[in-house]
């Protein structure tokens, strides 16, 4: 199995930027896809954004469109969740999530392992 580790969260003005990290240790890092998620104070957890097993597949929420782009690299067992253009909405505890697949998901069930969460809180 693998475990996954998530930093960079914090606070930030709204417009500003924020880097989430995704540490991952275990089984290799590339046997796996990896999603973002997140979940806001008495809201579901909600799909952000995945990439495929070697990066060439990337899907992303709407909301997100545009401002966030998730990449990895796999020589470091890392992955990342770069977000542009912050807005209060979307303050939450991100967490990212992998999945014993190549392919890329969006629901939080088809994911097998999660990290611990980080929170990114912006302000107006």
């Known amino acids: 199995q693998v475990q996954l580790a998530e930093s960079g969260g914090g606070l930030v003005q709204a417009g500003g930027s924020l880097r989430l990290s995704c540490a991952a240790s275990?089984?290799?890092?590339?046997?796996?896809?990896m999603g973002w998620f997140r979940q806001a104070p008495g809201k579901e957890r909600e799909f952000v954004a995945s990439?495929?097993?070697?990066?060439?597949?990337?899907n992303f929420a709407e909301s997100v469109k545009g401002r966030f782009a998730i990449f990895r690299d796999n020589a470091k067992n890392t992955g990342y969740l770069q977000m542009n253009s912050l807005i209060p909405e979307d303050t939450a505890v991100y967490y990212c999530?992998?999945?014993?697949?190549?392919?890329?998901?969006?629901?939080?069930?088809?994911?097998?392992?999660w990290g611990q969460g980080t929170q990114v809180t912006v302000s107006s």
């Open positions: 999530a992998a999945r014993t697949s190549t392919s890329v998901a969006v629901t939080p069930s088809q994911y097998d392992y």
């Open positions: 990439i495929s097993w070697r990066g060439a597949y990337k």
């Open positions: 275990g089984r290799t890092f590339s046997d796996y896809a």
